[in-house]
């Protein structure tokens, strides 16, 4: 490798490490030519012989205001529609561990005890508002569910997080919004695909202190096996 062409790791390595979920964002509105570009950035994703299974919603401005008073109002009523069912049996016990772990470590960094329920319930209107965020990307895999296509969304979703953080954007994913699929579906008119993940994202506010709660990573060898 030449030293001319050892920016280009860096810069990857930049962008991936550094790369987290911000929960508290600026109201500033992102330009729309940043907005396309970003977008058209992602649809570079790979996938299945190359079926680009995704389909993206985007909110921002009056329709990002009415889907959030949508949300809020139907987690007030205990109205939850989810296309991918969880389950506690989708963990296995190491899984199960680390989740454990960061809820823990997490919610003592906000300060909110296993007990304290006003505070949590504070805390997931503001999830629910997609953390003030100015716009929100909603990411639906083909209504077969076919696991397949369902891991091809996956990867579109990495690729827009990349892209987003390449143009100094930031971003969270956020599982919670696709407990809300019927809702978000008639708020937005959507037909047809199932709700995997949001995203909500915009400029992240420098000052608030949960924007920098570090979760770290499992050690190499505790993911990896590399077979010779």
């Known amino acids: ?15 991936i490490r550094g790369r987290r979920a911000t929960r508290a964002f600026l109201p500033d509105p992102v330009p729309d030519d940043t ?39 139907a987690d007030r009523a205990g109205e939850r529609t989810v296309d991918f069912p969880p389950s506690e049996n989708n963990y296995t016990p190491v899984h199960a561990s680390r989740r454990k772990a960061w809820g823990a470590s997490f919610y003592a960094a906000l300060g909110i005890g296993p007990d304290d329920q006003d505070l949590l319930a504070e805390y ?15 990411l639906y895999a083909p209504d077969s569910g076919d696991p397949r296509l369902t891991a091809d969304v996956g990867m579109y979703a990495q690729t827009l997080l990349l892209a987003m953080s390449a143009y100094g954007v930031s971003s969270c994913p ?55």
């Open 1 to 15: 490798m030449t030293a001319g062409t050892n920016e280009l790791p860096a810069t990857a390595e930049g962008l």
């Open 35 to 73: 907005i396309m570009a970003i977008f058209d950035l992602a649809r570079s994703a790979p996938s299945n012989s190359n079926t680009q299974p995704w389909q993206v919603e985007v909110a921002s401005g009056p329709a990002r205001v009415k889907l959030a008073q949508a949300i809020l109002a």
């Open 124 to 138: 997931n209107a503001k999830s629910l508002n997609f953390y003030g965020a100015p716009r929100v990307a909603l």
């Open 174 to 228: 956020q599982g919670i919004l696709s407990f809300y699929a019927d809702t978000i579906r008639r708020t937005l008119g959507v037909t047809g695909g199932k709700l995997l993940v949001g995203i909500s994202f915009g400029y992240a506010d420098p000052t608030a202190a949960i924007n920098r709660i570090d979760v770290g990573r499992e050690p190499l060898t505790e993911t990896t096996r590399f077979h010779y």
